[in-house]
């Protein structure tokens, strides 16, 4: 089986969307989490199913995303490793994933 790592930030995003949803729905909470889960499974497998993230900062080449299954909203910001795929952020299709994964080059732009 593949390695999954999970970055403190996703884990802390994962954390963060659950939270949220369970305000409302504690049962769909559980759903979206189980559903990143799965789907983390499913990119270790196969991890170029993803598309490349378009960025021209060095540290960002090779990142990959991908929506969670069953929950398009929720998209996962990945990079694959020699034995498996590193989970760098799970944010929201509506967040503005530049500011999140490029926050040094957000910073300067101010």
């Known amino acids: 089986m593949a390695a ?33 889960e799965s789907t983390f499974e499913a990119l270790a497998a196969t991890p170029r199913m993803g598309t490349l993230y378009q960025s021209k900062r060095a540290q960002l080449e090779g990142m990959r995303f991908f929506p969670i299954s069953k929950f398009q909203n929720y998209v996962i910001y990945y990079r694959e490793q020699p034995k498996g795929i590193e989970i760098v952020r799970v944010l929201h299709a509506h967040m503005d994933k530049r500011k999140r994964l490029e926050p040094e080059l957000s910073k300067t732009r101010r």
Not at 20 to 31: H, M
């Open 4 to 36: 999954i790592v999970i970055t403190p930030a996703a884990e802390s995003d994962l954390v963060n969307i659950w939270l949220y949803i369970a305000r409302d729905n504690p049962d769909s909470a559980d759903r979206v989490y189980q559903a990143a």
